[in-house]
């Protein structure tokens, strides 16, 4: 069998998830390389039972290698649109994590690269790869119970990340509402053109510190008319909470969470069910996967990725508006931001 | 047993379905007379059916009787506000059904009338007393899982109302969403201080014509510092979609819809399961009951009505400032209706 | 409305509901006459506030009313046979509660009566009003998943009846069994024709003593080709357990529990749902009103009733069936019964 | 990291899944050699690409090598006693799909030659990892809803298997029911001590050509006083239907079948939710990896494999009981058999 030569930049957590789908759960995939500014022994162990040889610090060295046909971009976000530029000019095909960059301006400049190359991009939007939130879309696409006209998404995490953390993670919209205004589009088949987001601290005070919140809700108007609406939490303290649902004009669609399991203990005191999964690797370890596998194979096959350019600006765009919409107290166009 | 002699005001459609009610499964209740403007042979009959013997078609001789120890309005909503006046000034206690009226100055005069009389007012907000809602509510205000952070409700009716009911009904928000307004004011244990109101034509394009929609997602900020949402269809087509949830600091409380019975048919075909129940009328049937039972007990035992008059408040200035959210395009204080 | 007179045999705990339901719930009823041989002020005040005046210590004064056109026989089951007997010969039509006796050879007499005399007859068993067992009955008999294989029946009662009860309960099978063996007819649409019982003493070791058991499994074969089981426990602690479930050739239909209500608490510590229903009053309060209704009805349109006297007997001959496996270690043919 | 080298006999299906598991989720594995008396070009790159030169057609070179720490016997079911015996004599740990025989002396040879050699054995009793009936298991031998009262297995394929494979299947119980038999001990926390096995030929007439059912249903009792029932269908034609569930003196404990996804699309035309899993490759995928994982985990570390010997000698009576109940017309003992 063909396969399809991968350099993988950035061994962090992502990364090396990615790193471990792709050896071992990606038949068209080989992993051939890893370059990470911090590499190490623990990094270099790590790939070698993987069988990767190929280890190094400059991802520079793997876009000049002749052999790699493609990269997975899974390094800090701040690195995605520079390092997309230079794998776009060195002819590779790319897969990057979410999001592109925080700035518009360096998001088109990334896009602009790709499309003057030619080479593929896929944005690591997982979550459309799930069996559950897939159920809603192709049901909606589907057409059989009409056109869609509320949509609604859950997303709660299920504890809060530290501090640290938070402080430079750009807010709650584009940190993570950003997967939830993917989903939305992905959902409604179709283009947010308002949205009026509401924030609170509801649960731990010091997110007014850093001038975040940990609950929101972002209601939006869709370019077909639909109208939709996200609740987010940083810390439901139960675990994943990953629902959506579709009104359309002839019914609806939803999706529970997975459980750990599906079970249920009844007794005098009451009745006790499994927890939702806790969090994104254990509900969407099967989605990464997938998601690999559909880009390799578009990568060998020569067909469209699955999740492209354009859907790396959207949510960006949207989490900018929601931002602007909380600040000012006031709906917010789209295009106010574009 | 003493028991309550009660009047009823008005038997239309809900009226009827209270006169049975007190008649068959109240057992503190005596319904002893009937007044409807259109009393007739047919209303005559039914009220006997039940053991009342006693028909008018005027409420003021109703409440002239010195014998009746409250009454049931039950009337078309315009005469609401003027029957709370005239009972009260008779000395009787009050069961209204919902609205008060949609003018905020003729529910403050009626409430004042009440006030100033003494006597009890319970406003027929229905869905308090539904097993499931009441379930949230429970949860919520016991504080076993923290302050409530999100409080969502999901309220579709069935089908389509009759076009020219719709013309007269004051529009979504007045006549629909009044409910879920009492609902997220019930669900937070907290009073609603601004509004964000997006309402769309997305099923029937009729609702244009006479300025009104039939999707409508309500965003909401709470005193207590949560958000909240509701979203309603005018026409869901699978059933009444009625569920409630509430994120609070330690977790999350959230009820389903009550299906037309629990069977699952498992085919080669597919997996086919049993509708939510189709109307009001099968949801909140034993509601329906309750919330009369617990307004006779509360006459009879000289305590507090369960849903009292500022219940009946501050929905409509819900409801008026949602309107003027989606007519004005902005956030709304309820500073600004009051 | 043309009505249906009714005399109540029997003011007991089950009796009192028929009374209730008749005078309340089923507009086509007139409940008219109690008899009750403990007839005292208690029970003459719960018929007045029915609105019934006629009440007696003998029911063959209620037999020889010439304007009684039916009767519920809720009276200890040891007189169900001689009064169907009586009734019967006095061209009343009949409900009677199960069983109609436990030898068979008196119920063979009374059905004789029964059809001597052409009046109607409709055993209490209400399982078959369930809006859940009916669904999977209908679904069964629509045959459009095919012919039935397995036929499952879980039947648990929420706790312990008294020992004092348990004495002359006439052991597990034709006590609390009977149900079940209606619902496996019912849900099969056909007969069975051999059992294996297996009984044990698993919860209250106070059943050994009266030679009972409180733990029970039932196999058995059906005429169709079918095999089914029914399980039992007297005291599941949680609520009352009442599942059914089909497999036929084509697919499986199956039913859960009715709950108390449909909500879900998650949180840190787990997961929380609501209890199944406590007993036979919560889960089968609509099922009673139901076949009152199917009775009355079908006295009042001359038509057949819903569960005839066959359907008396039957659950009677696979209970002794039963008691002979468990007792003597073997399948026990249904031929070696009848 | 300390690798466990692994030698697989025998590269048909499940060995295949064995061996991919082994290489690519398996951590702790070094799968090092592959035997299969029918290797071919084929097989040889499917070991390559797994990382695995080593491929040959006779075992015996694989249990000679003394490079090789434990086998995974995955050959047909006739050759697994022989194997077991010849790999315990090599000294190697084994893991053997299920059943180890049909033959109770070959099982009870085969178990005496793996004591003898202090070797490690574990049989394929996949279901005892999967995520819902461990959660049964978890429940009941921790005690807190008191012993066991009734165990019930619900086990139906998807589909017939063809009639070639049937007829040398050894018949259902051997065959399919010998998971479900290793289950009820499993979830019991005991022993069976009786059975009586009913079956049916209900879908398709083939099977009584071939002296075989499709359709069975078998009741048991356990040392410990509980009552069991497994029910059985060659067949359910909507997926793989496998749900467990024990009554225990304090509550009930059980599983649901784990869904395609947790979709629901509710229009007017009805609601539709989704399948169960297909069949043991999609439902047990996860079990298949932790039981391999949990083998290679008691090899390395020195401690017991979490499925013995005893446990592939067990289901093998019982399903032995059972085919003799069935064609006898009566309960069997187990000691009938052992």
New interface residues.
Partial sequence: ?EKVKIGLIGAGRIGKLHGENLA??V?SADLYAVADPFMNDATKKWAK?L?VEYCCDDPDKILADQDVDAVFICSSTDTHAALIKAAAKAGKDIFCEKPIHHDLEEIHDALKAVEKAGVKLQIGFVRRFD??H???HD?VSSGK??????V?VTS?DPDHQPMEYLKTSGGIFIDMTIHDFDMVRYLSCSEVTEV?A??????NPDYAEINDVD???V?M?FEN?????I?N?RA????Y?QRTEV?C??????????L?????????E???????TWFFLERYNDAFITEAREFVDAVLNHTETPVQGVDGLKPVEIALAAEKSMKE???VKLSEIC
Avoid: F, W
């Fill in positions: 069998m071992q759960s038949p039972d069988g069996h559950n897939k159920a809603v049901t119970i009409g056109a869609p006209c509320i609604k709660r009026t509401y924030g609170a601290v509801c649960d609950t929101a809700i209601v108007k008319g639909a109208l939709g609406v609740d939490s439901s303290h139960y675990g909470d009104q004009q002839k019914g609806c669609v939803k999706v529970e969470n997975d750990e399991n599906t079970s249920t203990v009844l007794c005098g009451g009745v006790e069910a499994a927890k939702p107290g006031r709906p």
